[in-house]
């Protein structure tokens, strides 16, 4: 069975300050890996998708990585402001588009 | 352009109700689902279909029935509730050659 983690649960950091989201999988053979976020009382909104021959994938202050041979991804932050404060969920894609999701890492920024 | 419609936003039923999470994109996509969030547990998928007529089962697909006669459309029927599925429902889609999935904005649901 498919697992995926995210580490840390839950973390608090000052604005501007530069942060790393960590995500690891068990199953090599993924399809995609994406990253979203998720507001409290929202939907998820898709913030970077990475294919799995890519390693990486930029969108202004994002960039996400993807090492398939270690099961690792991870998702930079830079200059962290206090709109970035949300939940941030990692889930890879099956060649069926099915996603499996992380539980989450729940950011939030000190103005 | 509207994305991924969900109705109703919040629900509660009794148990043993029957109900219906109607779920609609106005992106032709071919790829629809349903997941599930609860807490610590992240999002799970109960059902999913590639295309009109073509439904198959997720992680989590007992107590809950689908169809997809339209592109547009892919309901989620609860035939007889119980209070292990109070949760937030998700519908999402997709094109089917595996690229960004857009989901919609939940559906809240509980079951006393």
């Known amino acids: 069975k498919q697992e995926v983690t995210q580490i840390p649960a839950a973390l608090s950091v000052p604005e501007g300050e530069n942060l790393v989201l960590n995500c690891s999988f068990t199953d090599s053979a993924i399809y995609n890996l994406q990253w979203f976020r998720q507001d409290p009382g929202k939907g998820l909104t898709s913030l970077l998708l990475?294919?799995?021959?890519?390693r990486e994938q930029t969108s202004g202050r994002l960039n996400a990585s993807l090492d398939k041979s270690s099961g690792r991804s991870t998702l930079y932050i830079a200059a962290s402001q206090p709109g970035d404060s949300a939940t941030y969920l990692c889930a890879f894609q099956t060649g069926a588009n099915n996603l499996f999701f992380g539980t989450g890492t729940r950011l939030t920024v000190i103005p | 352009n509207a994305g991924v419609t969900q109705t109703p936003k919040f629900q509660v039923l009794k148990t043993g109700q029957s109900m219906t999470l109607q779920c609609a994109q106005d992106?032709?996509?071919?790829?629809m689902s349903w997941y599930r969030q609860d807490p610590g547990m992240g999002l799970r998928l109960i059902h999913y279909?590639?295309?009109?007529?073509?439904?198959d089962q997720g992680e989590v697909p007992n107590g809950y029935n689908v169809s997809r006669s339209t592109t547009e459309d892919f309901p989620l029927r609860l035939l007889s509730a119980a209070p292990s599925q109070t949760s937030v429902y998700f519908c999402?889609?997709?094109?089917?050659?595996?690229?960004?999935?857009?989901f919609g904005e939940g559906s809240w649901l509980t079951v006393v």
């Open positions: 990475i294919q799995s021959s890519q």
């Open positions: 279909s590639v295309g009109a007529g073509i439904t």
């Open positions: 999402a889609s997709g094109r089917r050659d595996g690229n960004t999935i857009y």
């Open positions: 992106m032709n996509h071919e790829y």
